[in-house]
């Protein structure tokens, strides 16, 4: 999760019901391990919601899609309005929030949490969460529906966290969490 501090924001998201879908969209592909490791997210721009799609892509989500979700979603270049590039962000944080990826999750959730904790969170042994993330043995479905639930958690939990700390001066000195919240207030 400290890959992502954004300091500015491209003009084709900064509109209310976009910026803050594809904040979480940034966010959930992040907690769930998806993200390559050397990729810092410090602009949400097409460029680094490229790289999103390209991980969710890697991460056998969203098929070949990639690029049509792309041409969507960075609209108004393409034409599509606001309406429809926040229905299909709202259909792939659906396909994220069903999909869970226990091979990278368990990466990414291990990062955060010690083997002890997790044990409790996802009612499993230690070993078994060794062996599971280590891939000896498959992560059996109830197991990785709760690593997922968990690392979805992590993820809303991580926004306010993220988009709370990440001042833009492109957003007159402000968060995109503020100015995406002020955006909803005033429409």
Known sequence: MNQIQIHSVAKVFDRPGVLERV????????AMGLLPKSRRIEALDEDSFRVVLNSLQSGNLIGGRGPALFRIITAPATGASTKEQIAELDRLLTTIEESPVPAKEWEAMREIFDDEELSR????????????????????????DRLHWLAMVVA????????????????????????????????
């Not at 402000?174 to 919240?181: E, I, N, Q, Y």
């Open 23 to 30: 904040m979480t969209l940034v966010t959930k592909v992040a």
């Open 121 to 144: 969170f996802l009612d499993a042994s230690t070993s078994s969460i060794k062996r599971y993330s280590a891939a000896e043995r498959s992560t059996p479905v109830e197991t990785a």
């Open 156 to 187: 809303d939990l991580a926004i306010f966290s993220i988009w709370g700390r990440t001042v833009s001066s492109k957003l007159g000195l402000r968060t995109p969490a503020l100015t995406a919240l002020s955006k909803q207030l005033s429409s």
